[in-house]
Structures are given as structure tokens and as C-alpha cells.
């Protein structure tokens, strides 16, 4: 099955800084790859995914790029705020028209200093 | 429109009692699903299912049971609990036509002495 490994697993950084999470999975045919943002006591909510026929997708301070050659991808925070702090986790899965799996990565904490 | 919802929130069980789960999605998802996650291992699959009448394991499901008789509710059962059930549960929806998205519901923290 697939695995997805995420580091680093506790990440800290200034306000403003840019902050960078990575993963890589195992399964060349996974091909649907959201992260997820969970603050404590919340559920995960969606914050950004990316499908394999793109390689970088941005959403305001947010982005993500996919290389599946190497079969890694990576969420990129600019600017990071105080707010932005909480559990990000990343995950993959075979999309498509049959049901998706979702395998997750283990989490990285990611603390913004003011 | 309430979306993903569980109950209970918060639940203590002593080792060998049963119980069941609740989650019910609002929003006509035919997919759904229950995860598990524990400090440092991220959310684990238990059980999903892609219809009514349809269900099918995921990575953890020994000690776990679920049916769905209905689209909209999706019950996880524990048969006799153990301490290593300590975990908090998600249950997640998502459409067929919305790509891949999955919503989850707000958790439920269980705890097994």
C-alpha cells in the first residue's frame, strides 16, 4: 500500500519568515494530494491540494508543488503569521472515479514566533 | 446545512465495554469514512464505504465495526474495547463529483481505561 513520509515533524520560524513542509509517498499511481491544516482540538480542514497533471499550484500565501518523478511534494508558506500555527499534515491518494484512500503523513508542527 | 456531525464529542469506556460511534453527513456523500489519530502517526483509516450497503477495510480495522444502511449516517462500532482504542476518532464524507475532497466531522475523543 501507499506510504507517505513527512518532515520535518516540528518546524519553527519568525513572523514573516517562509516556512517549507515536504513529503514523498511510495505509490507512482497516486495522483491526488491535499494538505491539511488542524489546530489543536479542531478537526483537519483543507487548506490546498494538487492533482498529478500539474506541477505547482498557489493560493495566496499558500502553494504547493508536485514532482512525481521523484514522487515528492511540498507546501510553501510566505509570510507566515501567528495564525498560521497549528498541525499540518499532507497525504496521497489513487483519485479518480474509484474511492481514494487517503494515506496520511505523520504531521508537522509548525509554530509562528511574533 | 450541518455537514459532518458526531457524537458524542468525549467518551470514557472501561476495557471489554462496547459502544458505537455516531456520524451523519448532511450534504448526500455517498463516500464515507472513519479515521484514527494518535500523537505522531497522523489519521489512519479504519473502515470507508461508497454506498449504501457497501463497506470495505482500511489500514487499522481490527476491533472495529461499521455498517451503512442509510446514505447519510455511518455508525463505527467497538466490539469489546481496549486501552490501545485510546484515540481520537474522525469520520469523513466526501462527494464523488467534488474530486477528492473530504470534509470531517469535529471528533470524538475516546478514552479506555
Known amino acids: 500500500g501507499e506510504n507517505v513520509e513527512q518532515h520535518p515533524s516540528t518546524l519553527s520560524v519568525q513572523e514573516g519568515d517562509s516556512a517549507v513542509i515536504k513529503c514523498t509517498y511510495s505509490d507512482s499511481a497516486s495522483n491526488y494530494f491535499p494538505w491539511y491544516k488542524q489546530e489543536l482540538g479542531k478537526r483537519p480542514q483543507l487548506i490546498i491540494d494538487?492533482?498529478?497533471?500539474?506541477g505547482e499550484k498557489k493560493d495566496q500565501r499558500i502553494a504547493v508543488t508536485l514532482n512525481k518523478t521523484a514522487k515528492h511534494f511540498s507546501l510553501h508558506i510566505t509570510e507566515t503569521q501567528p495564525e498560521d500555527s497549528a498541525v499540518y499534515f499532507c497525504a496521497a491518494s489513487v483519485g479518480g472515479t474509484s474511492y481514494g484512500k487517503l494515506t496520511f503523513g505523520q504531521g508537522t508542527i509548525l509554530t509562528v514566533h511574533p | 446545512n450541518a455537514g459532518v456531525t458526531q457524537t458524542p464529542k468525549f467518551q470514557v469506556l472501561k476495557t471489554g465495554q462496547s459502544m458505537t460511534l455516531q456520524c451523519a453527513q448532511d450534504?448526500?456523500?455517498?463516500?464515507m469514512s472513519w479515521y484514527r489519530q494518535d500523537p505522531g502517526m497522523g489519521l489512519r483509516l479504519i473502515h470507508y464505504s461508497v454506498g449504501a450497503g457497501i463497506t470495505d477495510q482500511g489500514e487499522v480495522p481490527n476491533g472495529y465495526n461499521v455498517s451503512r444502511s442509510t446514505t447519510e449516517d455511518f455508525p463505527l462500532r467497538l466490539l469489546s474495547a481496549a486501552p490501545s482504542q485510546t484515540s481520537v476518532y474522525f469520520c469523513?464524507?466526501?462527494?464523488?463529483?467534488?474530486?477528492?475532497?473530504?470534509?470531517f466531522g469535529p471528533g470524538t475523543r475516546l478514552t479506555v481505561l
Open positions: 494538487i492533482r498529478s497533471n500539474v
Open positions: 469523513a464524507s466526501r462527494s464523488p463529483t467534488r474530486a477528492d475532497t473530504q470534509y
Open positions: 450534504m448526500n456523500h455517498e463516500y
